[in-house]
């Protein structure tokens, strides 16, 4: 058997080891650093193992990579600029791959079924519908396959501050929330919605005011509404060319469109009440960040995750933005374990270390 084993004894790096099916023997393959391989599938002459990442910079999840068991060697085997692979399945005759993958017309978000034929990797697509494919299986024949399928259903309701429902449903929204990214609160009538490639204004009704942003080419994330909703902070990867993920503002009208961020993987934005700051997640290399609403220089925050632990992005941020809140996991030496915590960083003073609080364990 082949297994990995990461962050240990060295933090962000994975290691390749093959034993006997009775634990024995075990023997050090390969060094991997980055992300790690989450599906792989043992080729049928014993010899090679197909394997893809679910994490990392984008040109990783485009990947079907190759790991040569008797030289112990590393190779991309195919890749697909407009897919993400997930689940890996050999065909009894190892003369393909049965995969599921998500591609640009979902905004990678509906995983679908498709065959990519070994040694000349070309694709074709099994499913093509609405629904979403998780997981994947095969029969040993290679003639029948097996996947959990899912749709989704969503509404929207509107709460009002004491958290009673104003018995507000935007109906109109329902059969679009699937697509979309995010919903910001512009006004106390307007809402704004992030769709995959699209920046809509609506009404609370659900009819559409204006369209802010149209870009076919661009993928959108999540989004903020910043400086007293006069700007929208949000993540967009696909302009200009732009593999990486990176945070982009414009003003609430749609002018003035701009860059603010350079990263391979950057989200999650979070702005300061008095318009000064967008915290942000750099999710490629774990980091908590900061980057002047008007663009300049990103900052890192203090207190970064430890090996092997996730980063956490930027809860909330107190009225003044001299602090911020975001969840953390620490390591605790005398149980060898992790314990999680809230951070207290303050914003004004970077260099000195983050305030922790040891929360009621019933906080999510």
Not at 260 to 279: A, E, N
Not at 313 to 323: A, K, R
Request: with cysteine; proline share 7%.
């Amino acid at each position: 058997m082949v297994y990995v084993r990461c962050n240990n004894p060295e933090a962000n790096k994975c290691r390749w080891f093959s034993a006997n099916p009775d634990g024995t023997g075990e023997q050090l393959l390969l060094i991997r650093p980055g992300a790690t391989p989450q599906w792989l599938a043992w080729a049928p002459d014993g010899k090679h193992i197909a394997f893809s990442l679910g994490s990392g910079p984008e040109q990783d999840r485009q990947a079907i990579y190759f790991f040569d068991v008797t030289t112990n060697r590393e190779s991309v085997l195919f890749s697909f600029p407009d897919k993400r692979i997930f689940d890996l399945r050999w065909t009894p005759d190892g003369h393909g791959l049965f995969v599921r993958y998500a591609d640009m017309s979902s905004n990678f978000d509906r995983g679908q079924i498709g065959y990519v034929s070994y040694p000349d990797g070309k694709f074709e697509s099994i499913t093509n519908d609405t629904s979403n494919y998780s997981t994947l299986s095969s029969a040993a024949d290679g003639r029948t396959l097996a996947a959990i399928q899912l749709q989704a259903q969503n509404h929207m309701d509107l709460l009002s501050p004491s958290g009673e429902l104003s018995g507000i449903a935007i109906s109109a929204l329902s059969r679009q929330l699937f697509d979309i990214r995010d919903v910001l609160g512009q006004t106390d009538s307007d809402l704004v919605v992030l769709y995959p490639d699209r920046i809509v204004r609506l009404a609370l009704d659900g009819t559409k005011k204006a369209e802010l942003f149209n870009d076919p080419s661009a993928r959108l994330g999540a989004g903020a509404s910043c400086a007293s909703e006069h700007v929208i902070v949000f993540s967009m990867s696909g302009r200009e060319g732009r593999v990486s993920s990176n945070l982009w503002r414009m003003d609430a009208d749609g002018s003035n469109l701009k860059r603010l961020t350079d990263g391979d993987d950057d989200g999650l934005p979070v702005c300061s009440p008095i318009g000064k700051w967008v915290y942000y997640l750099d999710a490629k290399n774990s980091r908590r960040m900061r980057v002047p609403l008007e663009g300049g220089e990103s900052e890192v925050l203090p207190l970064q995750a430890p090996p092997g632990s996730p980063t956490y992005w930027i809860s909330d941020i107190s009225h003044d933005d001299t602090m911020v809140v975001a969840p953390v996991t620490l390591p605790d030496s005398s149980t060898n374990s992790y314990t999680r915590k809230l951070a207290i960083i303050k914003t004004n003073a970077l260099d000195l270390p983050p305030l922790t609080l040891l929360p009621d364990p019933r906080m999510i």
